[in-house]
């Protein structure tokens, strides 16, 4: 007996399942795939920074932020000059490159 589902021009009928494997339930019987190497736990010592490291990343944050705030106001020599701007995008981009680091 034919279907009775309409098959228009360019429409494709759907024949088969799912041809990946499903994540739930697995076909291994524990449910996942173990790696048979030991990896040893990373120490304490070496995922910490320094104490010094987070005080340098606010340090370059402010001097950035100051350097901008000394600049508009005609302190720092020269008077208003792009280059203390520059200057200062560099601090807080230096800033977030230490922030990257932290642990």
Do not use: C, E
């Not at 795939?33 to 120490?43: G, L, W």
């Not at 490291?53 to 000059?81: D, E, Q, R, S, T």
């Amino acid at each position: 007996m034919a279907s009775t589902a309409k098959q228009g021009p360019g429409k494709v009928q759907k024949k088969g399942g799912r041809v990946t494997p499903s994540s739930k339930g697995g076909s291994s019987p524990s449910g996942s795939v173990q790696n048979s190497r030991y990896t040893p736990p990373i120490d304490r010592s070496a995922k910490s920074s320094p104490r010094w490291h987070g005080f340098l990343i606010i340090g370059m944050f402010l001097l950035g932020v100051l350097i901008v705030i000394l600049n508009y106001a005609g302190v720092l020599p020269g008077g208003v000059n792009n280059i203390w701007l520059v200057g200062a995008i560099g601090s807080i981009f230096v800033g977030l490159l230490l922030a990257t680091r932290y642990h």
